[in-house]
């Protein structure tokens, strides 16, 4: 991912701002029907933006900037890790709660794709105390990743082998009422939609939905994400976005794919920490809101921010 600069974000920012700004009429019309215009809800990943805050320094941003939720990702600073007791477990929960910011979900590392059997098995069981996990700490769901096909293996195989795994993860943690959302991740060819609606038919349940991640490469020789979108469309339990100020990935089709489909859950931004976090952020807030055709002056529940008259 690349690091942005604050002033480069704010020449983006304001140029996408004022574009949509300008259009903004006749595409609010063409969108105005879409089942789930204005009903999307902007997160963040703690991967890298929060990777240094505490739950409490987390909810405290979150509030301050907007942000309706948080995808924990493990091994950051916030330590809500499977090895909490079960009293850690419930002040967790109890913060979130009482800070009005939900836990989105826990993000893991857990993988499937090793030709190595016990490390499959290992993933798997880890995933599993992940689940536990997110249920007594009141998230939703379970973040896990595909993260590669071999050169010297069929894909077949591998993308078998993936989907069986995530079949099992999914099917334990259906018990507990938690979803288990496969990224939409790298290593070479796992990424590719395709190839996870591929694991998404072997694992054939339910309870297996997809992280979308906003990669390069989705788009066609026209530049649109739309016949990629639509292999996923019918699995998406949340997004992932970068930076979104930047035209590096057709983001306005993004957003109204999403609506098209009556999408009303999570899009996470997953951007790089930088030193005015909270201004970087409020600024942010407010393009999703553009994007979304959710803008509004003054916007409930958010503060008002005084600046020069």
Request: hydrophobic share 35%; with cysteine; aromatic share 8%.
């Amino acid at each position: 991912m690349s690091k942005l600069s604050r002033r480069g974000f704010m020449r983006t920012t304001a140029a996408a701002g004022l574009g949509m700004g300008i259009g903004a009429q006749s595409a609010s019309a063409q969108t105005a029907a879409l089942p789930g215009a204005g009903k999307m809800k902007l997160g963040m990943v703690t991967y890298m933006m929060g990777a240094e805050m505490t739950c409490e320094q987390l909810i405290a941003f979150c509030k301050e900037t907007g942000l309706a939720g948080v995808e924990l990702r493990t091994t950051h600073k916030h330590g809500v890790e499977p090895a909490l007791t079960s009293e850690e477990r419930a002040r967790v929960k109890t913060q979130f709660a009482e800070g009005g910011i939900e836990i989105v979900g826990l993000g893991t590392t857990c993988e499937f794709h090793s030709k190595d059997e016990a490390k499959v098995k290992q993933n798997i069981e880890e995933g599993k105390k992940f689940a536990q996990l997110a249920k007594d700490v009141g998230a939703p769901s379970i973040k896990v990743r595909p993260n590669g096909l071999y050169d010297d293996e069929p894909h077949e195989k591998t993308i078998e082998r993936i989907g069986m795994a995530w079949r099992e993860l999914a099917e334990f943690a259906a018990g507990l009422g938690v979803q288990t959302r496969m990224e939409v991740h790298g290593g070479k060819g796992s990424a590719e939609p395709a190839n996870i609606r591929k694991m998404l038919e072997v694992a054939k349940h339910p309870n297996a939905r997809v992280c979308w991640n906003s990669n390069s490469g989705e788009q066609d020789e026209k530049g649109s994400i739309k016949a990629n979108f639509d292999l996923l469309k019918d699995y998406i339990g949340q997004v992932h976005i970068t930076e979104i100020g930047i035209y590096q990935y057709p983001w306005q089709e993004l957003f109204d794919l999403l609506a098209g489909i009556g999408f009303s859950g999570y899009c996470l931004a997953e951007i790089q920490a930088n030193s005015e976090p909270e201004r970087f952020m409020k600024y942010y807030r407010t393009l999703f809101d553009l994007y979304t055709r959710q803008y509004a002056y003054p916007k409930p529940g958010m503060a008002v921010s005084k600046g020069k008259g």
